[in-house]
């Protein structure tokens, strides 16, 4: 068959799609609905990683705080102070920054024109919503500056970010600290990147398959539509003299169409979804529609792949169909479907799978190309066997109400239809229950007990050198705040600088002191030493009455210490307990009686706080208080757990993926079943013509949908669970089976098909009236 040839026939085919009246124009739409929403995802699929690398670069780019570099520029013309301000608010992170220049040249942060002065403000176009909502109130007590600008583009990551930039003064007796640096340009040092270990990036290389499959199988499918009325097109064909290769060339053809056509609907999806993507935050992630630039290679691998993958699955589901002039055999009872090379998709899957199984970390990284395939095959295997089992099992179900027979009757003639609508849902589903096993399987791995006592406290808050202690009396009448446990710390060596001997100081009251060793009898003015620590100490060469000590705030740094004390006599013994943060404190423990002011202006003060968390908002309100006391405070909210951030990135990722794919899931059902009804108009019409009730439709509806999806979902629990049991394997973890997980990705494949099914009776009803007995 020469080339010439296959053209002519596929431009036959297109040529009927698009004017074939408004029946054929139907069908191309549909069909161009159904690729175009696959087309949007793979279109978005393909730009998240200059997004990703947007996002980066715009990080970068305003980077001012770093702890990589370990000196600071000097003082100068072209310098700047920045302080780190960032807070949060109601669970959403707000990135802030307190600047002052130091020359006429210090650097302005990108998207700012100039540096705010003291009292003002610039904030982003999100945060500056957030303020003047009534929701902001809190907030904006906190940053009570006023507003003189909005930052540009340019200085955000993303187009819902929240971040302010305030004029700050007085920094410079704070360089050197955490929190505060000195800079004379913006920008991040060029660092070596840190890789990836094996699990997290087969990890993402997992996420990315099953997030992609799903859109396959319905681009798959939606080149499908229109069947029935295809068959008789084709049966037409032959009558007027085609033969059936081109029969089936002629319908590659309207595929062919219809998959174009969706090319062009899935830019116009993308672009306004892009737009409309820089309005979304999801998981607190949100992008500015230039982020979302695909790549030009993969942009034109999909407008490739997409139409030829339309004329290979219309001749694929040609094969073996006998196109006959009168009619095609499809009609009467098909043949039974055969089992042997549909096992061979997932075992082949399971084949490419083991040699990695046991490997885990120490083996380096998992083969790529070894993991897509397994992966794939496997996932294409959901789809290869669901229209054996399906057909297998209506062919068993008995008689029933009439709902029943009409939906039980119409899978047994056309399961194949029924099993491909719930094709992408079971794909989908057993995906995601092989992901949440191997997340939950190695969740531990990267998830650390941070060792807080969270029932003694849930907040801590760290202020500066020169806060004094009495400003905790604040947080002690803080909304929320029941208990106050405040720490004054430091430590004291023999020499001002570089001493040979040094040791811890704590200073609380007897209250706070009690929560960090075990005391016999305490009162204001005491001093206390640990002299029997758990770790080597210099306490009992310190705690001679009579000696010179020298405090150091900085905890021994070579800034040197500023306050001396002489060791009193009658210095009582205190023992060890672990403390709030699951450490043991050694050294000197002293009442606030027992020091002048001068030492304790000079020691950095941590507060601990227990909170009543019956009232409204009490995290905002220390977090105000802090910020009233100290504009330099650090407040951190108190988890027994912390997990790595590119773990958590990754899970992230994981569920804005999932999301756009459970958009795509309901849409493409709704665009499937409204086909699948258009298809049957005449009959449904028929039907209640004949007096069936419109409920009895409507149920047939529903149970035309439930009883396929109910087969699909117990596959995909067989085969996601075998999939997350090797991927277990294979990162050498103990397999488990995340059951509240498995039960809950089920139920949200079978609630989406449900909602679908419901959209669809109001158009059900509509093509049920008289009207559509009609006939052209």
Known sequence: MSVAQWARDLAMGVRFALTGGREGWTRALLTAVGVGLGVALLLLTTAIPSALDARHEREADRTDITWMDSSAPPKGEDTLLVADLDTEYRGQEIRGRGMEPEGPGAPVPPGLDAVPAVGEMAVSPALRELLESDSGKLLRDRLPDRITGTIAEEGLVGSRELTFVRGAEGLAAHVGDYRVTRIDHFGAPDSPSEGLDPVLLLLIIVVFVVLLMPVAVFIATAVRFGGERRDRRLAALRLVGADGRMARRIAAGEALAGSVLGLLFGTAFFLVGRQLAGQAVVYDVSVFPSYLDPSPLLALLVAVAVPTAAVLVTLFALRGVVIEPLGVVRTARPARRRLWWRLLLPLAGLAMLYPMIGQGREGGDFNQYLVVGGVVLLLIGVTALLPWIVERFVARLGAGPVAWQLAVRRIQVNSGTAARMVNGVAVAVAGAIALQMLFAGVDDDYTRDTGRDVSRAQMQVTLTDGVPASATAEFASTAGVEKVYAFSEGSVGDRRTDPESADQVTVGDCAALREVVRLDSCADGDVFAVRDPSYESDIKALAEPGRRLYFDPSYGDDEGARVAWTVPEGIKNARERVGLTANTTSGFLFTPAALDGEALASLRTEVY????????????????????????????????????????????????????????????????????????????????????????????????????????????????????????????????????????????????????????????????????????
């Open 609 to 776: 706080l227990q909170l009543d968390r019956s009232v409204p908002d009490h995290q905002e309100q220390v977090r105000n208080t802090a910020a009233a006391v100290d504009p330099l405070a650090d407040v951190m909210v108190w988890s027994a757990t912390e997990q790595s951030e590119k773990f958590t990135a990754i899970r992230t990722g994981l569920f804005v993926g999932a999301a756009c794919v459970l958009a795509l899931i309901g849409a493409s059902l709704l665009v499937t079943q409204l086909e699948q009804l258009r298809e049957r108009r005449k009959l449904l019409s028929s039907l209640v013509a004949f007096g069936t009730r419109r409920r009895t439709l409507g149920l047939s509806v529903l149970w035309q949908t439930a009883v396929p999806i109910a087969v699909g979902l117990l596959l995909s629990a067989v085969v996601g669970l075998t999939l997350g049991t090797v991927l277990l394997k294979m990162t050498g973890t103990p397999v488990r089976v995340d059951w509240p997980s498995l039960l809950s990705m089920t139920g949200v494949g079978a609630a989406v098909v449900l909602v679908v099914t419901l959209l669809s009776l109001p158009p059900l009803l509509k093509l049920v009236r008289p009207e559509g007995l009609r006939t052209e």
